[in-house]
């Protein structure tokens, strides 16, 4: 360590948390932060809300364009073929323990589902291409064998004949859902995909800068979206609407959370200084389902707190926010929402990566040493 050099060209101070540093070009989603606004590919967030499928958004993730219908039907073929379990991964998550948390029940079968592809190591581009839909696939019918297995029952075999939202929710529950359910769980996969360089799509691009595999890929990113600044987010909202409990008891909780100096969970983010825009669809999802199932009142919980962490705070309420009332109304329990953030977010994690190794260079960035200056050694028995 040369001190004198160091002084003469001081390091750049660090900058905490990388906001606003540009680490890459990327092709796949536009954010406004200002204004709010959100693009895959170029094509607004709430006209894919609107018209698309997740199977669509998928395919325009990792090829650049919306498939003809051609392209559609052999995309959603091939994912319709990934959608089954080795009888490995299935052994796996059955011997799990009850009590393991999804997230890592998730992160590790998704690592066991690596070991056992013959196609894991390929490194060719079509293998790539198709190891990213066999993970779309898979990560359903992992997630909800994982449902399952918790509450004590088999897993289910994919129906072929329904698409992906309509069998996932076949695989959670049970039962085939009505076309509303189907279109609600399309409209969250779809919502999720993809967001720019948020912690877990930074992290699967590392992975993947360093030329490992896709499943190193998504067991690394799955471990960065389940702390609850992130992805983890979603399934501390509900807590936090159970707790409140009810609309009267909302101005308490703001109030308590505001002493002890806490964080609004599904509030802030680091890009948006406003509105997020997919919690618009979420919110309105959330208030009819609320009305249909004449049970308003995790939504009522929702509108007051969100209006007065607005009026104390100036935050306002992220994707994580109003996904929380509606997936509880869906019937999914807290733990599994991060889960099934995952299942949609597997689809920006493998565009990044396949975009990444297109041109690519490893990641790896400096700091700036603030430790002890160079000093001698002291052998052990002199300390
Ligand atoms: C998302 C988040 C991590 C962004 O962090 P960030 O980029 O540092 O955000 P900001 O620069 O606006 O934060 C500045 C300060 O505002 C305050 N703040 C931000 N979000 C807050 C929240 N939800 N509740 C209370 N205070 C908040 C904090 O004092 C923060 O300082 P800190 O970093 O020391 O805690 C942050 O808003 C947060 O923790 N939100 C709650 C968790 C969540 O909903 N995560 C999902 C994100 S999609």
New binding site residues.
């Given amino acids: 360590m040369n001190v004198a050099v160091a002084k003469e060209n001081p390091a750049p101070s660090a900058n905490k ?1 990388l ?1 606003g540093v540009v680490a890459a070009d990327s092709a796949i989603c536009e954010i406004d932060g200002a204004l709010g606004e959100l693009w895959y590919r170029g094509y607004s967030i709430h006209d894919l809300a609107r018209h698309s499928t997740f199977e669509e958004v998928c395919y325009l993730l990792f090829k650049g364009e919306l498939p003809t219908p051609r392209e559609l039907a052999d995309f959603s073929q091939t994912l319709t073929q990934h959608r089954r379990l080795t009888p490995q991964v299935s052994a796996f998550i059955k011997g799990l323990p009850r009590e393991v948390l999804p997230m890592a029940a998730l992160r590790s079968a998704i690592s066991v589902a690596g070991i056992y592809d013959p196609l894991a190591e390929d490194s060719r581009p079509e293998a790539n291409f198709e190891k990213s839909i066999e993970l779309v696939g898979l990560m359903a019918t992992v997630v909800a064998a994982i449902h399952r297995c918790r509450q004590g029952l088999e897993p289910l075999e994919p129906l072929d004949r329904l698409g992906h939202a309509a069998n996932f929710m076949y695989l959670l529950n049970g039962r085939e859902p009505t076309a509303d359910e189907a279109r609600a769980m399309d409209l969250i996969l779809i919502l999720h995909a993809e ?1 720019g360089f ?1 912690a877990s799509t930074f992290a699967a691009r590392v992975i993947g800068a360093t030329l490992s595999d896709l499943y190193s890929v998504a067991s690394g990113a799955i471990g960065a979206l389940k702390g ?7 399934t ?2 509900i807590r936090a609407l159970q707790e409140i409990g009810e609309v009267a008891n909302v101005e308490a909780y703001v109030e308590a ?1 505001r002493e002890r ?11 948006y ?1 406003v509105e ?1 825009p997919r919690a618009r669809h979420l919110k309105e999802l959330s208030r009819r389902l609320g009305q249909e199932q004449g049970e308003p009142r995790w939504y009522d919980i929702s509108i007051k707190l969100e209006a007065l ?1 607005n009026q104390t ?1 100036h ?1 306002y309420c ?4 109003y996904s929380a009332s509606l997936q509880h109304y869906m019937g999914i329990p807290g733990e599994l929402f991060t889960c099934i953030f995952a299942t949609s977010r597997i689809a920006g994690w493998c565009a990044h990566v396949l975009e990444q190794w297109q041109d690519n260079k490893i990641i790896r960035p400096s700091c700036n040493y603030v430790g002890s200056p160079a000093r001698p050694y002291v052998s052990l028995d002199m300390r």
């Avoid at 609850?228 to 979603?234: D, F, Q």
């Avoid at 100096?261 to 890009?271: E, P, R």
Wanted: proline fraction near 3%.
């Fill in positions: 948390g906001k967001h948020n609850p600044l992130h992805g983890g987010a979603n501390e909202v959370v100096k806490g964080k609004f969970m599904g509030f802030g983010h680091a890009v200084q997020d962490v705070i935050k992220n994707v994580d926010f």
